[in-house]
């Protein structure tokens, strides 16, 4: 068990080094840092799985939702992070999901069937009035005692750390990957993103919205949380996402 521990730690190293290369690489360096990275943190969740049985072992009782009990765990807006025994959902048949849909219109799925949810960069994608019918169906699909975990731009860090302090790192990434030229135009790169993205939260309306649909939630950090099958997931953390985990209750 010290061994996996010892590699574990060395594994979450290397996942900060590439996560640097990544963001300091031109475009056309990018795919090769992604592709390792995908790897490593794939390693890198199978090793905490399995030091999580471990220690499991050794609590009194059995908690709920844990490794080894047989959970639905559903990736919504996988793109090509096919998360391995996980249902990966996307719109695009070209990432080669296992379930296609439009999920800002529902979610294939039965209600209270999903231990277990995580969305990456998903709900920016969608306008407000559709992310809000998508996260209603995520509380619909989750059993009691289920989690979900999303990650999503941070509309305040982008304001704060892109226009108002001009941090060299993001202005650096904005030129690289959008051709933009100062704070203004790489804020409106990163809240449009070529178009792409349809709405930006901050957390007090997303944090809202989410306990007004009946969700407990927490903020959280990049590739933390007190659920093992929650770790080792989120591909970016740059400084700004927001990392959330919403539970519903038992």
């Avoid at 031109?26 to 999580?52: D, K, P, Q």
């Avoid at 249902?87 to 039965?110: E, G």
């Amino acid at each position: 068990m010290i061994r996996r521990f010892r590699r574990l730690r060395i594994l979450k190293r290397k996942l900060r080094s590439l996560q640097r290369k990544y963001y300091a690489a031109t475009s056309r360096e990018t795919r090769a840092f992604v592709t390792e990275y995908v790897r490593v943190l794939g390693e890198s969740r199978n090793l905490y799985l399995e030091l999580a049985a471990d220690v499991r072992r050794y609590l009194p009782g059995k908690p709920r939702l844990v490794p080894g009990e047989p959970e639905i765990c559903a990736h919504f807006g996988c793109e090509a992070n096919l998360i391995d025994g996980w249902i990966n959902f996307d719109l695009q048949l070209r990432w080669r999901p296992q379930v296609v849909a439009d999920l800002s219109c529902s979610i294939p799925l039965r209600s209270g069937s999903v231990g277990y949810i995580h969305s990456e960069d998903l709900l920016e994608h969608i306008d407000l009035k559709g992310g809000k019918r998508f996260l209603r169906e995520c509380y619909r699909v989750l059993r009691p005692g289920g989690a979900m975990r999303l990650v999503t731009p941070n509309l305040r860090a982008l304001v704060r750390d892109l226009y108002l302090n001009g941090e060299r790192k993001h202005l650096a990434w904005c030129e690289a990957h959008g051709e933009t030229d100062g704070r203004c135009e790489a804020l409106n790169f990163h809240m449009r993103m070529g178009g792409a993205h349809r709405f930006i939260y901050d957390y007090e309306l997303l944090q809202r919205i989410l306990k007004n649909i009946g969700f407990k939630v927490r903020r959280v950090s990049y590739n933390a949380s007190h659920r093992p099958l929650l770790r080792f997931l989120d591909l970016r953390n740059f400084g700004l996402s927001l990392f959330i985990e919403c539970y519903k209750h038992g």
